[in-house]
């Protein structure tokens, strides 16, 4: 576990870098989180990966595998891979403040 501050808050991340409290998240973290990822500039079709991400982990207990991402964003798989370019579900998973899906590596 570590530990990184972000809009002013101590966050404790698992070793893979997922949230460990993921209530603890704000959208102001997410600039911070997508240039730890590699990610300069956020489009808004990042957000619309990023908030789904946020809404599937609330409503259904954890985020989308890639496969569902693809289906269920609005987002097609290979824009997913433009976007997120070290694994879509992972790499957003991270900068939405949610624990690994289910099924990623």
Do not use: N
């Not at 990822?37 to 957000?47: C, S, V, Y």
């Not at 989308?64 to 997120?84: H, T």
């Amino acid at each position: 576990m570590s530990t990184i501050t972000l809009a002013g808050k101590d966050i404790a991340r698992t070793d893979d870098g997922f949230f460990e409290d993921p209530s603890q998240w704000t959208e102001d973290m997410v600039p911070d989180l997508a240039k730890a990822e590699g990610i300069e500039q956020l489009t808004d079709r990042h957000w619309v990966v990023i908030r789904f991400m946020r809404s599937e982990y609330l409503t259904k207990g954890s985020g989308p595998s890639v496969r569902a991402l693809g289906k269920s964003s609005g987002v097609p798989i290979k824009e997913l891979y433009e976007l997120f370019p070290k694994g879509p579900a992972k790499q957003a998973a991270k900068i939405a403040g949610i624990p690994k899906p289910i099924g990623c590596i």
